[in-house]
């Protein structure tokens, strides 16, 4: 299997710690954003909406990190998507509150208007969009830290794929500066998921994104 991705990207860099964690071997080509490169003919026969990851598995195309992360999980028996309808279910809701909610309304605004902008040279925050984004980051994290009070991860007593999922944007917790301090039991939740050896081991280097 070859995953196309981002490395700095938190999408691209759950979906490698995942693989990693699984055993699942990938063969990985880094696509430059900043250079244009998931808009290429040649990138745009894989994911026609020229975004990272990307998977492709003989002629099977697959784009969408949270369908990839399932099709990886799918792979082999494992505890980190395990073969029981409510318990896929539940971490589908994670993955979809996520998508919607966690990601696009809370955290991404605040990663991108403090810390790509700066990284890639693009201009001060939009103010704007950062006050939405903390009171979005506000909701969402009261929502996640009240869930943790009664267990140690997202879906009962083991970590799963929604773990992976919702934690991946904490990774950036500092650089972005994002209000974490009122949740203890994010805290604590986002050390136990951070602690497994699968995300050091697929880490972008920033200096040198690929
Ligand atoms: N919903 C998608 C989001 C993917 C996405 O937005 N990827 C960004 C990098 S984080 C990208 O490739 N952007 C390139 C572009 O939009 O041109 C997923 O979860 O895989």
């Not at 991946?168 to 136990?192: C, I, M, S, T």
Request: contains cysteine; glycine residues 6%; neutral net charge.
């Amino acid at each position: 299997m070859k995953l196309y991705g981002f490395t700095p990207s938190p999408n691209t860099w759950k979906v490698r710690a995942l693989a990693a964690h699984l055993g699942v071997a990938l063969d990985y080509e880094y696509v430059d954003l900043l250079k244009g490169a998931s808009h290429t003919p040649a990138f745009l026969a894989v994911n026609p909406t020229g975004r990272t990851p990307a998977l492709t598995d003989g002629d099977f195309k697959l784009w969408e990190a949270n369908a990839i992360m399932q099709y990886l999980a799918s792979q082999k028996p494992n505890t980190l998507w395990p073969d029981n309808a409510r318990t896929r279910a539940d971490i589908m809701r994670w993955q979809s509150w996520q998508l919607a909610h966690w990601g696009k309304e809370s955290c991404e605004p605040l990663i991108f208007n403090r810390l790509v902008k700066k990284l890639a040279n693009m201009g001060p925050p939009d103010e704007a969009a950062v006050a939405k984004g903390l009171e979005c980051f506000n909701r969402d994290a009261a929502v996640l830290d009240a869930h943790l009070a009664k267990q140690p991860y997202l879906v009962g007593n083991d970590v799963t794929v929604a773990d992976f999922v919702v934690a991946a944007p904490l990774f950036h917790a500092q650089g972005a500066d994002l209000p974490l301090a009122p949740y203890k039991n994010v805290q604590a939740w986002f050390g136990r998921v951070s602690a497994l050896p699968c995300w050091q081991q697929t880490a972008p280097q920033f200096a040198a994104a690929a």
